[in-house]
């Protein structure tokens, strides 16, 4: 069983930072990569960061130069610094672990941006 917890959402003014973690725990061997993704209601999910345990790190464009995602390998978790935040980065933001073929989701944190 792997369980993946998120926390640090909320709401903060444009132009603002918060730092989201994603705590996994459970039967974690060989993971692959861990993602943030966030979605707003009626769209689709994004990908917003990714962590790759290969190597390298991928973020969409929209949060390129913005946001930075790292990983604390003793505590098994995953970390989302997000600066100069906007409006539109207004979602739930999810965290997800690749473990072979499998992927498990957390449950969502929620972060709102005013303007």
């Known amino acids: 069983q792997v369980r993946l917890v998120e926390s640090g959402g909320g709401l903060v003014q444009a132009g603002g930072s918060l730092r989201l973690s994603c705590a996994a725990s459970?039967?974690?061997?060989?993971?692959?990569?861990m993602d943030w993704y966030r979605q707003v209601p009626g769209n689709q999910r994004e990908l917003v960061a990714q962590?790759?345990?290969?190597?390298?790190?991928n973020y969409a464009d929209s949060v390129k130069g913005r946001f930075t995602i790292s990983r604390d390998n003793a505590k098994n978790t995953v970390y989302l610094q997000m600066n100069s935040l906007k409006p539109e980065d207004t979602a739930v933001y999810y965290c997800?672990?690749?473990?072979?073929?499998?992927?498990?989701w957390g449950q969502g944190t929620q972060v709102t941006v005013s303007s």
């Open positions: 459970g039967s974690i061997f060989s993971p692959n990569a």
């Open positions: 997800n672990i690749h473990l072979g073929s499998i992927i498990y």
């Open positions: 962590f790759n345990f290969g190597g390298g790190t």
